[in-house]
């Protein structure tokens, strides 16, 4: 007995198919944690002031790359990278703000100049624009600020005057970005062979 039209089965077209979806590699972060008061103070203007930064308060000690080698490789090749590095002192100094961006600038000291230009030799993982002579060191407050509460956020900040006036820095995390967050992939303790 036949189908009713309705039923009857169609043939279904083929799909082309499409070259594999190729995703972008990971960004990576080598970063420095602001100490606990300071880390604290920054999530509370954060709050306070009604904005956000990408992920908690953390120090770039270069700018976010993408790398050639696997995750473990990363991790083994900072580890013996980082070897020899010891603990330092990051001096905080004011405020500083760019179209969409307010942040805490840091002094580049020489001694964080150095780790700085140190950190850029990791293998198979160049430098970025925003490395370099390009190097600000600093601790976002705002990202996305938009032109119409650029002077009351200005105007704030005036007022705004850190707990702290440097932090020591003991160790340094690998972190990966995702979804609007900087995830902390591994922790390499300093002065510590």
Known sequence: ???????????????????????????????????????????????????????????????????????AALVDSLRSLLAQTQPFEVEVGGWRVFPGTVFLECHLSPELLALHDHVLTLPGAPPQPYDQKEYIPHLTLALGVLPWARDALNSELLQLTPPVSRFTVSALSLTREGGGEVREIHTFPLGKE
């Open 1 to 71: 007995m036949p189908l009713p039209h309705r039923l009857r089965s169609t043939p279904i077209p083929a799909v082309p198919e499409s070259p594999p979806t190729v995703l972008p590699r990971p960004l990576y972060g080598l970063v420095a944690w602001p100490c606990s008061t300071l880390d604290r103070w920054l999530r509370q203007q954060q709050q306070r002031l009604g904005v956000r930064a990408f992920g908690e308060p953390h120090l770039n000690l270069r700018a976010p790359f993408s790398a050639e080698p696997s995750e």
